[in-house]
Every structure is written in structure tokens, then in C-alpha cells.
């Protein structure tokens, strides 16, 4: 379960960086490639909550609760077409890497 994990991980995580270079470049495909890509993220953050720690009050992984979904709000944002959604987009991506922190990792596994 922990190599299908990270390969949904990953896989969202160039999803994401795909469709917002196709954004960048006004294709089509981008919104649709990003919006998947978030899902997929959704999905990832979903398998590996920790309800005992929510009930529990952990702030950490309250925190990630609603990194959720704001990014599931961002998501319908699109859906929804608001003026905003480009805004919400960002505010959620950021969101999302600075409360997951700990699974960005820059150093070599031993």
C-alpha cells in the first residue's frame, strides 16, 4: 500500500505541475489536467488521514483536514466558474506544501 501511495503522490504531484504550465500557456487542457491532478492529491491526503488523531484534536492533522478541503473548494471553484478561482487555486497549493511539509524531503534515503 505504501508504493501505491507514493506513486498517487507523485502522479498528482506532475499533474499539478503540468496543468499549470499549460495554464500558463492559455491550452485548454490545463484546467482539466490540474483538476485531476488536484483530485488525485484529495484522494492521496484522504488515504493517509489519521482519524484517531483528529478525534483526538491533533492540531496537525486538523490542519490537514482542512488543507482538504479548501482544496476540494478550490476544486469546485472551477467547477462552479467564480472570479476567484484562479485565487483559491494558489491559496490551497501553497496551503497544501506548507502543512505538509514533512513528505517533501530534498535528502537521499539511505
Do not use: P
Not at 498517487?8 to 504550465?21: E, H, R, S
Not at 491532478?37 to 491533533?58: Q, T
Amino acid at each position: 500500500m505504501a508504493k501505491i501511495s507514493s506513486i498517487l503522490y507523485t502522479l498528482a504531484t506532475i499533474l499539478i505541475i503540468v496543468g499549470a504550465l499549460f495554464i500558463l500557456q492559455d491550452d485548454t487542457y490545463g484546467i482539466l489536467i490540474l483538476g485531476f491532478g488536484l483530485v488525485l492529491n484529495i484522494v492521496y491526503r484522504a488515504i493517509n488521514i489519521d482519524f484517531k488523531k483528529i478525534e483526538s484534536f491533533d492540531w496537525l492533522e486538523l490542519l490537514k483536514l482542512g488543507s482538504m478541503i479548501f482544496m476540494a473548494t478550490a476544486c469546485l471553484s472551477f467547477i462552479l466558474e467564480l472570479e476567484q478561482k484562479f485565487n483559491l487555486l494558489i491559496v490551497s497549493i501553497v496551503l497544501d506544501l506548507l502543512v505538509n511539509m514533512k513528505e517533501i524531503s530534498f535528502k537521499k534515503k539511505a
